[in-house]
């Protein structure tokens, strides 16, 4: 079932799960971009665990929804702390792509891989040691 209406001013969901993320999220891209479109939301975030499996089918549900899509994905690596990744235009999306794929193959640790190069990401992150390890290293972005 989708989340509860929260407060619509200015409120974007940016972490949010499909039925893409096993176990973590049930419902399918129409009915979330359904109900934020009947929040009177203008944008929303699809995160799928580990990829962007759905990114296709969102792109047009949220179009046809009125909503601005935010491609981007929970990215989980094997130890260490994880970020959520938004992909700001074709270059962020690239490399988003590219760091997904670094962790299908086994890349153990996420910072190693955003410090590499996180030009077109935007980066959300619980842990700060991670964020203040990442603006020393690349800077605010």
Known sequence: MPPARPDPRGYVPLACHSWYSFLWGTDPIASLCEAVAG???????LTDINGVYGALTFWEEARAAGLAPLVGADARPASGPGAVLLAAGVRGYRRLCRILTELHHGAAHLDRLLKEDREGLWTLVSDPALLEDLARETGPA
Not at 39 to 45: H, M, Y
């Open 39 to 45: 929040w009177k939301g203008s944008a929303l975030a």
